[in-house]
Antibody
């Protein structure tokens, strides 16, 4: 079964860091672009970051630019999001999502929660 | 940045009803629009891409239309499992890959 499983979330103090991971299975991970999308409690969806299949192109939302870094390891079928200088407003469930052509997001993980609080 | 505005934000309907949700873009996006369904505590699910193409496995009661700046998602014959939040997303002008604010479909 095509699957994405996120991990690495948790409770962190303002200014802290985390590394989120997304493990892919049952598809050719290296052939697809990938995304991180987040959802704050009770709020809508916010696209966070994109990485192309070969890591040649990366995009970020303005709200995270300079603080978050997306990366991938195609040999390990894994996607990552390094999140630094965390703020209360970064509190959300973080989803990884596979991008098909034109980046329509057709497979999503269940999400990993990040809470930024002192 | 390009903005997407969904209407209505809340919609109350009954099983068997036909409902339509609209998504308006602040500038033309051709047909680079997707619709997602999200149920409480669950990840979003892709329903429609390229404005009108049904994702594999999605029931045919879901349909999408539009191009340019105005798009619609129609559900014909609401089923109990369709009560959820629906989001549109544009994939034309990026970054960012903007989502609409969502439409909550509730049981009347």
């Amino acid at each position: 079964e095509v699957q994405l499983v996120e991990s690495g979330g948790g409770l962190v103090q303002p200014g802290g860091s985390l590394r989120l991971s997304c493990a892919a299975s049952d598809f050719t991970f290296s052939a697809y672009s990938m995304n991180w999308v987040r959802q704050a409690p009770g709020k809508g969806l916010e696209w966070v970051s994109y990485i192309s299949s070969s890591s040649g192109t990366m995009y970020y939302a303005d709200s995270v630019k300079g603080r978050f870094t997306i990366s991938r390891d195609n040999a390990k079928n894994s996607l990552y999001l390094q999140v630094n200088s965390l703020r209360a407003e970064d509190t959300a469930v973080y989803y990884c999502a596979r991008g098909r052509p034109s980046n329509y997001m057709d497979v999503w993980g269940k999400g990993t929660p990040v809470t930024v609080s002192s | 940045d390009l903005q997407l505005t969904q209407s209505p934000s809340f919609l109350s309907a009954s099983v068997g009803d036909r409902v339509t949700i609209t998504c308006r873009a602040s500038q033309g996006i051709s047909s680079y629009l997707a619709w997602y369904q999200q149920k409480p505590g669950k990840a979003p699910k892709l329903l429609i891409y390229a404005a009108s193409t049904l994702q594999s496995g999605v029931p045919s009661r879901f349909s999408g239309s539009g191009s340019g700046t105005e798009f619609t998602l129609t559900i014909s014959g609401l089923q109990p499992e369709d009560f959820a939040i629906y989001y549109c997303q544009q994939l034309s002008s990026y970054p960012p890959y903007t989502f609409g604010q969502g439409t909550k479909l509730e049981i009347k």
